[in-house]
C-alpha cells in the first residue's frame, strides 16, 4: 500500500533542489493551505533545518519573506568503488565544499577503507568544511540490504559481509547514514542532477571493471528482494564464451568490461594486429580499457572494433531488457562510458532493431551527464533524504 | 510520489477478500478511530456498495453489527485470448455466479469479438446472473494503455489497435469498465487467490500460443512507459536460430511457445522418432503442445526432450530476469503449464544455475494455482477495484 510522503520531506527537497522560495510560493507549490505551511516552516526553522533569507520580490500585496535550507547543513557523500574512494562534503543545496579522491583497494576490507573515509572526513573539518555533519551517504561496489545498512554476500568485498557500515558511521559522526549499492547511488545521482533529470523510469548502466544496473520505476529506486537487483553482468551473451569469475561460462561481464577489455588489447597489443595498442604496450608495459578508446580516436581499426563488440554484447542485453521493463530511458555511465559514441551507436543499433517498436519509439539511450561524480551525486541526495526524513 | 490510498477502497477491499467483518474489527484493522469508521460504513452503505449482515459474537462488552459487501453487487470479468473468449460475472466477492468459454479468433476484429462478449452477458443477465453490472474488467492478448484503455499497437491483433475498448464497454453497461494485458490480469488474479497470494514481487510467466510476463512489483503491476513491459517472447535466445513472426531471428517465442512446440512435434511426428506423436499424427491428423504433453507422461523420449529444450531456453532467459529484477517468486502459467514438472524441473535447473545465488537463496519457481482460469480472476480484481475506486 502507498504511503504519501510528509510534508517536512517534500518542503525541504523543494528548498534543496530551488534554492530561497517565498512562503507564498512554497504554500502554492505543496498545494497546502497558508496557515499550515507557516506553522511547518516555523517548526523546520526552529529544528534548524530552514533559514529566512530576506524578502521576495512583490506579486501585489503583502511582499512575502523568502526561506532556503539552514547554509550550516552539510551532509557527507561517499562513493567506494572497487579501486577508489570518492568523499564530498556537499550543503543543503548538494553543491561541494570540500572532495577528495583516491585510490583504494576495496578488499583492504571495511575497517581500513571505512577508517580512511573517516580521516579524510575528519580532514575535512580541519580544514573548516563542516562543524558537524547531518547525514552521510555511502555507495559501495556490492549488493546491499538497503534497511540494515549492511552489505550482503558482495562478490569482490571480501570481509564486508554484513560488516555494519551504517551503524559504524552513525557512531562516528553521530548523525543518519544511509548505505547503498554504488549503481543505485550512481542513478540517483544522474535522476538529480545529470541527463535523467525529473525522468521517473529509467535504467542506469554503468560499465566499469564490471557491469551493473540501476533501475528507477515509478520514480524510485527498485532494489529487489534481496537488494541485488540491476546484477546485469552475469546475464549469459555466449554459451560457448569464457569462463566468468563467478564460475559461470559467458557472462556479459566475461566477454565485455574493463577487465575484459584489458585482456582482448592486451592479446591485440602481443599479436600486432593493432600498432596503437602494440605502442602503448611497449612504452607503458601495459594497456587497459582506456587505451582503447584513446586508439579508436586515432582511427585504430582493432580498438574501434573491440568496442563495437562490446557493445553489441551489452546492447544485447538491454534489448531485452528494454522488452521486460520498458523504461523510457537507458544512461550509459561508469569507467568504459569514455568509450563514448562508437560504443553508443552500436548498443542504440541493436536495442532499436531487437526490442519491440512500441517500446522504442521514444527510447533515448544516452551518455552519462555526471559521468565520474554520478556516485557521489547520488551519495549526497540519499544522505540528504534521510536527514530531512528525521525532521520531525 | 506516493498517494495514500483512500479509506473507501481499502475498506472495500478488506470486505471483498474477507466477507462479513464486524465494524469494531474494520476499524482495528484499517487503524481508524471507530467514529470516522462508522461514518464512513454508513456512507457505503448509503451507496449501496455495503450491507448490513446481523450481529457479530460477542467480544466482551457491547456486541459489534457484521457488514459485509452489498450481496447484489456484480462485476463482469472478461479474458480474450489469441483464440478464445472467457466471461464470468462475479458476486462482491469475486465468486462466479456465471460462466462461459468459447473459441474465438481474435483476428475477428474489436466490433465482432466484442459483440460477442456484450450478447454473452446479456445472456448472463436474462438468466439472472445479474441486473445491472458495477464494473466490468477485461485482458486483452497484447500491449495496452491502461490509461486510456485501449490497446497499443497489438501485434496479433488486427484491427484492435487504439480501438476504445473501455469506452465502449462502459456505454453498452452504464458502467466503468478497465482494459488490461492478459497477462497482466492472469498475474492479478494469481496474486489475489492463488499461488502469490500476498506476494508483492513476482513475475508471472505465461507460456502459451506465445511468450509473456506480467510484473508484479513493491504489490502493483509494472506496465511499464507503453504499457507493453514484460514482453519476453521475443527476448533473442539464438542468434543462430529459426526467424520468428515479429521479423527477428531466433526469439525466445520462436524456439518455445504453443506454436513452435506444434511445429517441432510435427516434425518428429514425420520422421518417426516419436512413435507417441507419429500414432497421435494418424489418428488426428496433427499434433499440437498438448500432445506432447501426453506423449511425455506415456515416457516418450522424445516428447521428453522437446520439453526440456523448451525449458532450458526459457529458464534462460528468466536467469537473467531474476539477475535483474531479483523477485521473491516466478510463476510458471498459461497452456504450456501443461507440460508441468518436467518443464518446471528444466527451468529451475536453469535459473538455480545461472542467476546470482544471493538472488535464488529463497527463490520459489512455481506452476500458476488458478490455471486457466486466472485471467478472469485477475479480470474481476480489476473491475472490484476500479467500482471501489469510485465510492466517493
Known sequence: MRVAEPLHLRLLRLLRDNGAVSRAELADRLEIPRPRLLAEVSRLVDLGYVAEAGMAASRGGRRSTLVELNPGLRFAAVDLGASSVDVEVVNGRLEPVAAYAEAADIRSGPKAILQRVNELLHKAKADGAYERLDAVGVGVPGPVSFRDGVPVSPPIMPGWDRFPVRELLTREHGCPAVVDNDVNIMAIGE???????????????????????????????????????????????????????????????????????????????????????????????????????????????????????????????????????????????????????????????????RSLPLATGNLPVVLSELGPRAGVAGAAVLASDVAFGEAT
Do not use: W
Request: glycine share 18%.
Open 191 to 353: 535522476r538529480h542532477g545529470g541527463v535523467a533529470h525529473s525522468v521517473d523510469d529509467f535504467l542506469f548502466v554503468k560499465v566499469g571493471t564490471g557491469i551493473g544496473c540501476g533501475i528507477h520505476l515509478s520514480g524510485e529506486v527498485y532494489r529487489g528482494i534481496d537488494g541485488c537487483a540491476g546484477d546485469i553482468g552475469h546475464i549469459q551473451v555466449d554459451a560457448h564464451g569464457p569462463m566468468c569469475s563467478c564460475g559461470n561460462i559467458g557472462c556479459l561481464e566475461a566477454l565485455f568490461s574493463g577487465t575484459a577489455l584489458a585482456k582482448d588489447a592486451t592479446v591485440a597489443a602481443r599479436n600486432g594486429t593493432s600498432p596503437a595498442l602494440a605502442e602503448r604496450l611497449a612504452t607503458r608495459g601495459a594497456v587497459t580499457a582506456l587505451d582503447v578508446a584513446e586508439g579508436a580516436v586515432e582511427g585504430d581499426v582493432v580498438c574501434i572494433q573491440l568496442i563495437r563488440d562490446g557493445g553489441r554484447r551489452l546492447g544485447g542485453v538491454l534489448a531485452g531488457l528494454v522488452s521486460f521493463a520498458n523504461p523510457s530511458m537507458i544512461v550509459i555511465g561508469g569507467g568504459l562510458a569514455q568509450l563514448g559514441h562508437i560504443l553508443l551507436a552500436e548498443i542504440r543499433s541493436v536495442v532499436y532493431r
